[in-house]
């Protein structure tokens, strides 16, 4: 292992605990879901507010919004083929629908979590603030189409993982 080109590197970034279970980022330590170029600042600011000023294995949000290969790559092939819709899957301590508010899609994205809450039960929650720096903020700006991010938890019941993929093809088929 420590005859890997990245062993030194990643070994900074996480000191000597060895510890990678709570690694959330790229290679050079940049977290993806906040290098896109959706309100990009407040993920700069609050990595400065954690003091983190270069890569780590989570809350760096790259030298600047599309910095990274990976990100830049997805929006290149956006930008060639827009998305009708955007959906983004989370980790999360509960269930939620989070509907991307941009100006351009609030509309579309409030309805569409409406529709999908209409069929889940699954509470709609605003929280912009998300959307910083994500995928889903960004495309929603850049191409007016709907976005919702679900948050999941862990342990969700099979009724609702049944009744969550019927309402994401709901949403997409809108």
């Known amino acids: 292992m420590q005859d890997n ?7 900074k970034m996480i000191g000597s605990s060895g510890d990678l279970s709570e690694w959330n980022a790229n290679i050079r330590g940049t977290q ?3 290098n896109f170029n959706y309100k990009w600042i407040d993920c700069k600011l609050r990595e400065r507010n954690m003091r983190i000023f270069s890569g780590s294995p989570s809350g760096y949000f790259g030298e600047y919004p599309e910095s990274e290969l990976e990100t830049s790559s997805v929006c290149s092939y956006c930008r060639k083929s827009p998305p009708d819709t955007v959906i983004e899957f989370r980790n999360g301590n ?3 629908i989070i509907p991307c508010v941009s100006e351009k899609s609030a509309e579309k994205s409030m309805r569409a ?3 999908i809450y209409g069929y889940t039960g699954i509470n709609v929650v605003e929280n912009e603030s998300v959307f910083s720096g994500s995928f889903s903020g960004w495309a929603a ?3 007016s189409c ?4 679900f948050n999941i938890e862990k ?3 099979e009724q609702l993982k049944k009744s969550l993929k019927s309402a994401v093809l709901l949403f997409c088929a809108q």
């Open 5 to 11: 080109p990245f062993y030194g590197r990643v070994q």
């Open 113 to 115: 979590s409406k529709l």
């Open 146 to 149: 709907p976005s919702v991010i």
């Open 32 to 34: 993806l879901d906040g």
């Open 155 to 157: 342990n969700l019941s």
């Open 141 to 143: 700006s850049e191409f």
């Open 94 to 96: 509960k269930t939620e």
